[in-house]
């Protein structure tokens, strides 16, 4: 398929992508790399669906495109076909497992054909999988789902927005074999937000800087590009700036040691065992990064510690010096705890303003129902400025890109100043300046002990340098599931 992209100007409700013009030759794929914006979801709409002029803002020309020939892959995408299982899936209520919300009935649903299903299950080490909700899968896990489901339309053109975000390092490897056999028969768009993320096996890369294609050029040309070095030192003030917020609305509550404690930790679903044995305590102003594979229980591991996970209270637990199940309230804690999640991104299904979102970080809530003081608005207005977003202040939430949504509940969980922080894959869908620009707060946060980290990333170059200490999930060949190790660096 041959695609040309003429003077070619398309607007979503918050992002903007500007294109002169651009060819896709046939049996050619590319790398797409933009620095600020979401502009993998808006050019994954473009070429999936008939844009409404009206809506879209679209002006210009677009040929050669055959929209039912391209299926997208992306995070919002992926959040879509969550939201949607958890709206018309009854059956958990009803005491049964719907097939048809299994990974292998996610996939099926795109084909009806069971050798493709069980052939894409097995190249994307899916099978131990294939009778597991959906809906409980761990990020990486449902990435590969999303990929099998758009192999299994059979279409010529695949758009891969974000397609290694949540995997762990070997399975970002194995996807990039994958995908590079995958190009000798389908086409592809890859569109990245992390410079090191560009497949090597591409050949041609696109740069967009803020929405506008700036250039075309050979891999071996963006292998040298200084577009990075510029766009470090960029992000470099606002993190500055946000820090300075953060200072000045700063209070510090303090609690006997330890802050939480899990004695024996253990977490099964029915025989299947997730993780067992685990101890870990965690003191006052200790900043902790929790490691592991895809599907080890890192979110469980964090959601014990929040209360949203159910067997929090079938382990032993000790959270701001109370045992957890003596009576203590679940709001009680979570006003110390500021969250950041992918669970919690799917739980925010409210239609709120971007302002609203930010503001409902010192009430715990998804959405606001109560009405805040000046300063609250004051402070999250000042968040919006930092982030770059005041223009979005009065817009819906559900009308922001991911990534947009992303930085308000990064802003969200930090605007109260919480005792611990919990970070669990907060880059996600972030844009190269966003990444930046939360990872440089985060390091000056964790130095000046502003408040206190658990943080959990899947890629070595998001370690901070403040974070000392690890506790690292291992395979147990003895009693199944996976144990934790603990370690300082």
């Not at 943080?455 to 144990?483: K, M, N, P, T, W």
Request: hydrophobic letters at 40%; aromatic letters at 8%; glycine letters at 6%.
């Amino acid at each position: 398929m041959e695609i040309r992209f003429t003077q070619l100007q398309c607007r979503s409700s918050s992002v903007m992508m500007d294109i002169e013009d651009w060819l896709i030759k046939s049996h050619q794929s590319w790398g797409v790399f933009s620095t600020e914006g979401d502009l993998g979801a808006l050019l994954g709409k473009l070429l999936t669906q008939q844009p409404p002029d009206k809506t879209w803002g679209y002006s210009g020309q677009l040929s050669g495109l055959e929209h039912s020939q391209v299926a997208l892959v992306s995070l919002h995408e992926q959040q879509q076909l969550l939201e949607d299982i958890l709206e018309q899936d009854d059956s958990e209520s009803l005491g049964y497992i719907d097939p048809k919300t299994t990974v292998y009935g996610v996939i099926f649903a795109q084909c009806n054909d069971d050798a493709l299903t069980h052939r894409l299950l097995a190249q994307l080490d899916l099978t131990r999988l294939s009778d597991s909700q959906f809906t409980q899968l761990s990020t990486g896990e449902s990435r590969r789902v999303m990929l099998a489901r758009a192999l299994a339309t059979k279409v010529p053109f695949l758009v891969l927005d974000e397609p290694y975000a949540g995997l762990d390092v070997a399975h970002r490897q194995a996807l990039s074999q994958y995908l590079q056999l995958l190009s000798q028969t389908v086409q592809m768009l890859v569109v990245v937000s992390r410079e090191q993320d560009m497949p090597d096996w591409i050949e041609h890369v696109a740069l967009f800087n803020h929405g506008k294609l700036d250039s075309v050029m050979a891999k071996s040309e963006w292998d040298n590009h200084p577009l990075i070095t510029q766009l470090t030192a960029q992000s470099g003030q606002q993190s500055e700036d946000m820090l300075a917020l953060i200072r000045r609305h700063r209070h510090t509550p303090t609690f006997t040691n330890p802050v939480f404690q899990l004695n024996n930790g253990r977490v099964a679903y029915g025989d299947k065992v997730i993780f067992s044995g685990v101890n870990w305590r965690i003191n006052n102003g200790v900043h902790w990064q929790v490691k592991g594979p895809n599907g080890c229980g890192k979110s469980t591991l964090l959601g014990l510690i929040f209360g949203d996970h159910p067997q929090c209270y079938s382990n032993d637990i000790d959270i701001f010096g109370k045992k957890r199940g003596s009576g203590e309230s679940i709001w009680e804690i979570k006003k110390h705890i500021g969250m950041v999640s992918s669970a919690l991104h799917l739980q925010y299904r409210v239609n709120c303003s971007a302002l609203d979102v930010i503001v409902s970080g010192f009430y715990d809530s998804i959405g606001l129902y109560q009405q805040p003081s000046k300063q609250q608005v004051a402070i999250a207005t000042e968040w919006l400025a930092i982030l770059h977003m005041s223009h979005l202040s009065k817009l819906s939430f559900r009308q922001l890109e991911y990534g947009q949504q992303r930085l308000l509940l990064i802003a969200r969980a930090i605007v109260k100043q919480p005792t611990l922080l919990i970070l669990d894959e907060p880059y996600q869908g972030l844009d190269y300046l966003g990444r930046r620009l939360i990872k440089n707060a985060l390091e000056l946060i964790a130095k000046e002990h502003l408040t206190q980290l658990l943080y959990v990333s899947h890629y070595q170059e998001d370690s901070l340098d403040s974070i000392q200490h690890f506790i690292e999930f291992v395979a147990d060949e003895h009693q199944g599931g996976y144990r934790a190790v603990v370690t300082n660096a």
